[in-house]
């Protein structure tokens, strides 16, 4: 049985679909939880729904500022064991209209701030000799898609980024994983025109989109000491849309 009892817990992006049922998977399982995101009412919405959690506004953008966040949220939290990266953008585009300003601020925001995160929170998780970081990657960043190049890009970065430093501090005890989504239910595949979703289900071996539930699932398997010897994977939650 997965328990984190006791176990102090970071979740970026925590306001958006997949986010809240990250909160409310490790909510479930007995963390000690501070959710982050940039909207006030976002954020005071989740956590009128999850009383029990702590809030905090930040942009993950802002570079010069994540060691400090880091800092705060570890002083707050007593410590930090988990950090569950889910903060992410995308401004898609094809290629020859692509902007510079659009391919550099998802670059910046998905992979470098992912990994000064992640930086960071280790230098806390080195003093306990105890970590476990999971990055929310995507489907795309193995497969590529169309007018996605920046975020494609960004999420693949993020893949070879996690199994570099999973290496780095394996023998410190400190895990680092990815999740990798396909199509998942949320606001966004809720307004895309029926055809669309016909489409993007009938590319889905299982025949139906995913579920935030279905990512939680796997990212508290991840951070739990059930997966105390996995580092540096990617678990695919897809449905069969594409397999490695």
Known sequence: MINFKNKKILITGASGGIGTELVKKFVSLG???????????????????????KVKKFDISDHTRIEEFIDDVSLELGGLDILINNAGINKDSLSLRMKDDEWKKVIDVNLTSTFLLTKNAIKVMLKNKYGRIVNITSVVGHTGNLGQSNYSASKSGIIGMSKSLAIEYAKKNITINCVSPGFIVSDMTNNIAEKVKLFLTSRIPMGKLGTGEDVSNCVAFLSSEQASYVTGETIHVNGGMYMS
């Open 31 to 53: 963390g000690n939880v501070i959710g982050s995101g940039t909207k006030t009412e976002k954020l005071d919405k989740l956590k009128k729904e999850f009383p029990n959690i």
